[in-house]
C-alpha cells in the first residue's frame, strides 16, 4: 500500500456537541467490504508530517549520492589527467635517454676539432652524430615524407611557389623541396614545404587540341 495519501479519498464528518471532528476513509473496507475507518484530523495531520518527513529524507539521501558522485567524478578526471602527464614524461625521458649518446658524440666531436683543427675528422664527426640522430627518431616512428616527382598532395605538402612544367613534364607535380617534412606513425607533424610545376594556359590548350 503507497505512502502517499490522496486528498480526494478522505472527507471530513461534521463535529457533534462536544465531539471531536473525524475524518473517513472511504476507500478502507472497498477490497473486504469491512467498515470504513475513521480518522481524527489530528491523525490525519501527523500521518501527512510523517510522509513528508520520510521524503525529506529520502531527498537527502539522493543529494547525498549526487555529492558522492560529483567527487568520485573529480578524482577521476584528475587521476586521468595525472596519469596522461606520467604517460608523456616517460615517453620524453625515453627518447631523451636515446639521444644522449648522440649529445655525447657531438661533445667529443667538438672539442676534437677544437684541437686539431681537423676539418675532414669534424666532417666525419658531424656525420657519425647526424647518422645516430636520424636512426634514434626513426625508432621512435618519424618518416621522412618523400616529394621529389609526387604528385602534390595538400595533406603532404605545402606549396611555396610555383613554376612553369616542362614539355613533357605532368602538371601538378613537387619540383623542388624546400623545407623537408616529416611524419610520426603516418600522422604528419609537418608538411613539407615545395615547389610545384605547373602547366602554363597556352601549353594546356594547345595539349588538349592535339589530344582531340
Known amino acids: 500500500m503507497s505512502n502517499e495519501i490522496n486528498a480526494a479519498e478522505w472527507h471530513e464528518e461534521p463535529a457533534g456537541s462536544g465531539e471531536d471532528a473525524t475524518v473517513i476513509n472511504e476507500n478502507t473496507g472497498n477490497n473486504g467490504g469491512g467498515a470504513a475507518e475513521e480518522i481524527s484530523v489530528e491523525?490525519?495531520?501527523q500521518r501527512l508530517a510523517q510522509e513528508v518527513e520520510a521524503n525529506r529524507v529520502k531527498a537527502e539521501k539522493y543529494y547525498r549520492n549526487l555529492l558522492r558522485m560529483e567527487a568520485d567524478f573529480d578524482n577521476f578526471r584528475r587521476r586521468t589527467k595525472q596519469e596522461k602527464e606520467e604517460i608523456?614524461?616517460?615517453?620524453?625521458?625515453?627518447?631523451?635517454?636515446?639521444?644522449l649518446p648522440v649529445l655525447?658524440?657531438?661533445e667529443r666531436g667538438l672539442e676534437a676539432a677544437?684541437?686539431?683543427?681537423?676539418?675532414?675528422?669534424l666532417l666525419?664527426?658531424?656525420?657519425?652524430?647526424?647518422?645516430g640522430f636520424r636512426e634514434t627518431l626513426s625508432r621512435e616512428g618519424l618518416q621522412k615524407i618523400e616529394v621529389i616527382g609526387q604528385?602534390?598532395?595538400?595533406?603532404?605538402h605545402e606549396a611555396i611557389s610555383?613554376?612553369?612544367?616542362?614539355?613533357?613534364?605532368?602538371?601538378?607535380?613537387?619540383?623542388?623541396?624546400?623545407?623537408k617534412g616529416y611524419k610520426m606513425r603516418e600522422k604528419v607533424i609537418r608538411p613539407a614545404?615545395?615547389?610545384?610545376?605547373?602547366?602554363?594556359?597556352?601549353?594546356a590548350e594547345n595539349n588538349g587540341e592535339n589530344n582531340h
Open 43 to 45: 491523525d490525519l495531520i
Open 88 to 99: 608523456q614524461l616517460l615517453a620524453a625521458e625515453r627518447v631523451i635517454t636515446d639521444l
Open 104 to 106: 655525447d658524440n657531438l
Open 114 to 121: 677544437e684541437k686539431s683543427r681537423d676539418f675532414e675528422g
Open 124 to 131: 666525419a664527426g658531424l656525420q657519425m652524430v647526424y647518422r
Open 151 to 156: 604528385e602534390f598532395d595538400p595533406n603532404l
Open 162 to 179: 610555383r613554376v612553369p612544367a616542362a614539355n613533357s613534364q605532368e602538371d601538378n607535380l613537387v619540383v623542388q623541396e624546400l623545407q
Open 193 to 203: 614545404r615545395v615547389t610545384v610545376a605547373r602547366e602554363s594556359e597556352e601549353y
